[in-house]
């Protein structure tokens, strides 16, 4: 029974996930839209533009090969396995023991690895350029995002996702400055993985700029939709993340009824509604930057982990 | 001292140390500038906290004179001072940010060694204050040393000092008059180091340091 129960939880977090993914999406828009003045579209528009790309026509280039094809089905599986096995609204969930900070950033690592071969695969430039950058972009934010894992584990004294936001939600915690600074690296580590605006818009589709969509250029019909899927899951994946760790806030922790868990699910809500309404806030404030001063803002980003480590280290206090 | 005190007072220092590395950041007198006033800003609120702490009423006196002074008073001459000199779109770093940083944190790494080893046993507020307070100085160093423009030199020899402050409420009892006598030898400072800025500039038509070592003849 309870193990039915649990599985039953984990089942509602993924779909959750899943299904709140596009409509997270269409918010950030239309905030950035409201913030422009403008009207926008609606909230529901990445839903009807699944549908759409779904029912479209595949068009495949003459040059791409088999991987091409299997690649939207790996790295939208890879994404939505690392976006389900973080907490939302409830910690340990059945997969929770294989809920490692670590092995999230694997598998979001090994999605964007064949995202980049897919950019490379059918051998045009462009995909070349969008590979070549995503790649250069990853290999700066990853040491960053670890040395923030790392400073989460050592001040909750496990990478276990789970156990570190019961940590986070117990009073054990106090403000910490190394939390401090793992916060700010951790969301400029969001910004550039999910290529938002400082470091690649992904409004855009000028050839100088653009990253991401640079490598999706040559899909079409439903592989371009599972991958637009695939981008919506890791925002929410990343947003999910911050707020579980620094905003743990009405997460639940014991196995308990009902109304406990709709508790739950309307401060996740909320609180995507929040990261969702701050991130619009930040892009409609903020230029894009040059691809050569990316690495500056990412050295920044491990330059905090870093220190927040060092402080960690140094005095058990901070 | 009950936990929650100790917490903010840490927090309010770490972010300090992290303005500190913004500055060495930036690229742009125009947001040096602005990053120094925030930095000047946190710097109030946390002699604030340290009075309110400490139970100390003369601390409020030292944050009043760090928001009048360094957050309003001295960004807002250094700016006009940019303006008049006409060089706000300037971009100048002898290191680039990368470097910097590294230097920086080595600095702060540092600071901790030495701070914790030296001051064992003292109060624990002032003992990690302490090592804060030295890495914010050391930051304000770096950045001396980082660039060559007089007036981001200015701005790190400013934060530099707001390290001191930092120390100086942290440990407890520094009096008030030598506080409002550092804070006045500060805005005469700055006057004198406004009026060599514009002898600089007249002589030698910039205000980039290096002009200066090629007239004595040292380097090239």
Redesign the interface.
Known sequence: MVLIRDLAIQGAQMLLVLALAPLFTGFVRKVKARLLRRQGPPLVQPYLDLVRLVRKEVVLAESASWLFRVIPYLVFAATWVAASLIPTFRTGLMFSWSADLIAIIALLGSARFFLALAGLDVGTSFGGIGSSREVMIASLAEPAMLMVVFTLALIAGSTQLSTVAEFMASPQV????SL??GL?GLIMVAIAENGRIPIDNPATHLELTMVHEAMVLEYSGRHLALIELATSLKLILYVSLLACLFAPWGIETADTAAPALAVGIGAYVAKLAVGGFLLGLFETSIAKMRVFRV??FL??AL??G??AT??RF??G?? | MSRIDFDVAHLLAGTLVLISFLELYQDRLYALLNVYAAHAFVLAASVAWQAYVQDAPHLYVTAVIALAFKAIVIPVTLHRIIAKLGIHREIEKVVGVGTAMLAGIGLVALSMVVMLRVTHGADPLAREDLAFALSVVLLGLLMMVTRRNAVSQVVGFMSLENGLVLAATGAKGMPLVVEISVAFSILIALIVIGIFLFRIRERFDTVDVQALERYRGERR
């Open positions: 106090g403000l910490r400055v401090g600074l700010l690495p500056e050295g920044a330059m905090l870093l220190l060092l402080l140094v005095s206090s901070f």
